[in-house]
């Protein structure tokens, strides 16, 4: 009787109500007329996918029931829901306590009843609850349940007829009893009796319906219980696990059988050197995902296979790039290589309750992206892979280097969605894109601006001369001619402007009408698509109305200004100056013809001064602009300023959210404080190689350089850094390296420093502008033996890899993968700060985890165990399941260290029912 409630394997969530009433009760008034068949409907219609028939003192109804279930099964009438039927009892002890008895689903009535003749319980009496007991007392009762392969649990421990009701002696014989594992309990821990609370047994508390009614007639009650399908040693194990494994409903109202968080469904590695499939390789588990195996079985090629199908070979340190580059190469352009020249790739992952496929060629080196219909047909999808598709890969080696350069850990924190740093990387690039272009209006204006005191000048000369033709004889002409000019030139600038204005018009309605909005992008079936698409039309409309007034007002300038042609040229005013014009052209033939040839200069100098004159206009012009970008470049410079800023805030609200209750990592970011890359940056945009002109950049010994200047008492514990204080030293130091850039600097400068500054180019300088150095980390590990928080540079190598894993395990829902993380970890290391955070956190995220530790997948309770052999040539799986398949049980004891000493730390009380 096996079915599944999700489409994946491994462990998943079941819904259990392992305490539930049939007819064989005497005191279930209401079903006792009630057909088997109509009653499993009913049951059916609460939702849960297993439950226990727990009659008092009897099996009677489980055989029928059984029978009646295949046959539903078989017609499968309307409301009919798989589900799984343990066998069970609800004994009544000697002290009058309810103890319930679970058998595996193959078990039936019969072995039920053997239990009944075993604990005396008087055959004509099954199915009473009052006044029939079992000669035994509890604990002797839980025994012989035990004993019987059948699962002891205390029914409503805190109400009537439960456990709680028992004092002294016999209460505390059950608190030591290590045969208990569960009892049912609806409950607070803080309720049990205080006599229970000082022995702190291991109880997992249960949750049952107890229902004696027709189900569904009342609120249904039951327990979440994962396991990889519902047996009685998934069921043992399940509680031994804890509350990891076992939630009442009570204390949880998400359905668990659905995963909040994206995961990798399944893995296709096609026409590589030890792997070739068609069909999928992996089928991954949404929580952990062990993978096991020996020495080459593929264990690392599958891991790296998957970095290299979401596009993430580029996040490996150069120091790690010789090692990895076999998982990336072809085998014929290198031995090693582990590819050939058709090799596919394929990851499937779901998100958003979407599936997507990640396809990645070897022959074309190439990515796509394809959206799986419900239909099973695919749709092409768009968009960046490391975006759209977050996880994490890290290898053993790769922390390593984590714990060499905490540089890297910043950019881990940067690369997780809650930073946003994608976003804010993108918006500081526009930032400082904008502030380069103000840069070069400005250097643009500046490098065009006259000398004004010399147009000044020679305008009060050409001036002069102009007077002085003008006090001759003709003097009258000249002056109107000139007088005339410049009415007429005042004219010809106003209809400059006007024409400027038309012409931008007709500019911003060919802007404006580019391009409609392709609706057709919407999905058809998606209300808010189609309220967008709406809202979409509706603004098109409005805009294409702003944009026909627009063309109505170009045609109206238009008409306007063929209207003003024809007044200019019918006016008095206009005929007058046409009149001028020709006694001006008339005077200048005559006196030509007189021998003044020079007379020309006149028209000249009328035309050299309209020129100086136009450009005193221009440069006040471009004064005017001039102050406008240095204010807009002020502005700018401060909200880049201000985002940077942003980004340390994220960085360390990420840290406090995600370390918070952490007991065994302090993680503190100094704002600004790695000046390792900021002396680094400072040489590169100034053009300085490593090490020489030391004492201006940073002087270890001297401490007379920029580097040593901005971090003159700067607190390292980031207990007191003020970000502000920082930044305004930054300014003071920006402004001594503009100086030296301009000639300028101490008199104590060497000269041929401040020749090489000079000749630093200026888009460099518009970097140095908006120049940051990066945050640093400080990371301290709490050293039990001392009692203190110590530098993690302090630890031992396992202590430094413990704390790096023990951060990455501590947040995010994306989908992590480590390889072999627990080298260089002793086993309390692993225990104390790998496998608790992976308990912790496999609810929240999927992990995929290769590993060699038992511990890993015994205390970590593996979701699916994936082991891997090398056989023929090729790597295979064997095996895939969970702890409670005894062949998978049977391959962690054959290749992993440690493996039957894990089992019987954490399952001692069960292991003698376990094959390993």
């Not at 007392?137 to 456990?163: M, R």
């Not at 990640?358 to 419900?374: A, P």
């Not at 280097?401 to 500081?428: A, N």
Request: hydrophobic share 35%.
């Amino acid at each position: 009787m096996m079915l599944s409630s999700q489409s994946y394997p491994g462990a998943k969530w079941w819904r259990c109500d392992l305490h539930i009433h049939t007819s064989a009760s005497r005191d279930t008034l209401e079903l006792q007329d009630i057909p088997l068949d109509t009653w499993l409907l009913n049951v059916m219609s609460t939702g849960v996918d297993v439950i226990a028939i727990t009659d008092h003192n009897s099996g009677s109804s489980i055989d029928p029931i059984k029978a009646v279930y295949q046959n539903l099964a078989t017609i499968q009438p309307r409301g009919f829901k798989k589900i799984c039927i343990f066998p069970g009892v609800e004994i009544s002890t000697l002290e009058n306590v309810h103890i319930l008895a679970l058998f595996d689903p193959l078990k039936g009535t019969a072995e039920v009843e053997d239990l009944l003749v075993r604990l005396d319980i008087p055959r004509g009496k099954w199915g009473e609850t009052e006044g029939v007991f079992s000669k035994y007392q509890s604990s002797d009762v839980i025994k012989i349940i035990n004993q019987s392969g059948a699962l002891a649990i205390p029914a409503h421990a805190n109400k009537e007829k439960g456990i709680f009701q028992l004092s002294g002696n016999q209460l505390r014989s059950l608190a030591y009893n290590e045969q208990i594992i569960a009892i049912e309990h609806e409950g607070s821990k803080s309720e049990w009796p205080d006599l229970i609370k000082e022995q702190k047994p291991k109880w997992i508390q249960i949750l049952g319906s107890d229902c004696h009614q027709v189900p569904g007639s009342i609120p249904h009650k039951f327990t979440w219980i994962k396991m990889r399908s519902p047996t009685l040693e998934g069921l043992k194990l399940a509680c031994i696990d804890g509350n990891n494994s076992v939630k009442i409903m009570r204390d949880i109202t998400d359905d668990l059988t659905l995963s909040s968080h994206p995961w990798i469904r399944s893995v296709t590695i096609t026409d590589t050197e030890y792997i070739d499939s068609d069909s999928p390789f992996l089928l991954c588990n949404p929580g952990l995902n062990t993978i096991i195996g020996g020495r080459g079985t593929g264990k690392s090629s599958t891991i790296e296979f998957i970095r290299l199908c979401t596009g993430r070979t580029k996040e490996i340190p150069d120091t790690l790039t010789e090692d990895l580059k076999k998982y990336f190469i072809q085998k014929t352009h290198d031995p090693s290589g582990l590819l050939h020249e058709k090799s596919k790739l394929m990851l499937e992952y779901q998100k958003d309750d979407a599936l997507y496929r990640i396809r990645w060629r070897i022959d074309n080196d190439e990515y796509s992206i394809y959206r799986v219909m419900e239909d099973g047909s695919e749709e092409l999808s768009s968009g960046e892979i490391k975006n759209r598709f977050p996880l994490s890969i890290y290898s053993q080696k790769q922390i390593y280097e984590m714990v060499r350069d905490p540089s890297s850990i910043l950019h881990m924190i940067d690369q997780d969605p809650d930073t946003g740093f994608s976003d804010w990387e993108q918006k500081f690039q526009i930032l400082t894109s904008r502030y380069k272009s103000l840069q070069a209006k400005i250097r643009e204006i500046t490098a065009s601006l006259p000398d004004k005191e010399r147009i000044r000048g020679e305008l009060e000369d050409i001036s002069s001369k102009i007077s002085r033709f003008e006090e001759s004889g003709h003097a009258d002409i000249l002056k109107k001619y000139q007088q005339t000019r410049g009415k007429e030139r005042a004219i010809e600038i106003w209809e400059e402007s006007w024409m400027s204005a038309s012409y931008s018009i007709i500019s911003l309605i060919e802007q404006i009408g580019a391009n409609d909005p392709d609706i057709s992008v919407m999905d058809k079936d998606d209300p808010d698509d189609q309220k967008c698409a709406r809202d979409l039309e509706e603004r098109t409309k409005t805009v294409n109305t702003t944009i026909r007034e627009l063309h109505n007002i170009a045609k109206r300038l238009e008409s306007q200004w063929a209207d003003w042609k024809k007044i200019r040229e019918e006016s008095e005013w206009s005929k007058k100056n046409a009149e001028i014009h020709a006694q001006y052209s008339s005077l200048m033939r005559i006196l030509a013809e007189g021998g003044i040839s020079d007379i020309q200069q006149y028209g000249q100098l009328l035309q050299t001064r309209e020129t100086l004159e136009e450009q005193i206009r221009n440069y006040n012009s471009l004064i005017f602009s001039l102050e406008d970008y240095s204010n807009q470049e002020k502005q700018l410079l401060k909200e880049i300023t201000n985002h940077r800023l942003e980004l340390t805030r994220k960085r360390k609200e990420f840290i406090r959210k995600n370390l918070a209750g952490n007991k065994q990592i302090r993680m503190v970011l100094l704002p600004f404080g790695d000046h390792i890359s900021a002396e680094r940056k400072i040489r590169s945009i100034l053009g300085l190689d490593k090490n020489i002109y030391a004492k201006y950049i940073h002087d270890f010994d001297n401490k007379t350089g920029i580097i040593d200047r901005l971090y003159t008492d700067y607190d390292w514990t980031g207990q007191h850094v003020n970000p502000d204080d920082f930044l305004n030293k930054l300014h003071l130091e920006k402004e001594y390296i503009y100086d030296l850039c301009d000639g300028k600097g101490p008199s104590d400068t060497e000269r041929r420093f401040i020749e090489k500054m000079i000749r630093c180019p200026q888009d460099q300088r518009d970097e140095l502008a908006f120049f940051y150095p990066e945050d640093s980390l400080s990371i301290g590990y709490y050293a039990e033996s001392e009692g203190i928080f110590k530098d993690i540079m302090q630890g031992s190598p396992g202590q430094k890899n413990a704390v790096i894993l023990s951060f990455i395990l501590s947040y995010g829902t994306q989908p992590l993968i480590l390889d072999q993380p627990e080298d260089d970890l002793d086993n309390h290391l692993i225990y104390d700060m790998i496998v608790r955070h992976l308990r912790n956190m496999k609810e929240k995220r999927q992990i995929i985890i290769v590993t060699h530790n038992a511990n890993i997948v015994v205390n970590g309770n593996a979701d699916l165990v994936i082991p891997l052999i090398a056989e023929g040539g090729e790597t295979i799986i064997s095996h895939q399941g969970t702890l409670q398949d005894e062949p998978v049980r049977d391959e962690i004891c054959r290749v992993m260290e440690g493996g039957r000493t894990a089992f019987e730390m954490r399952y001692k009380r069960i292991l003698r029912e376990f094959s390993c």
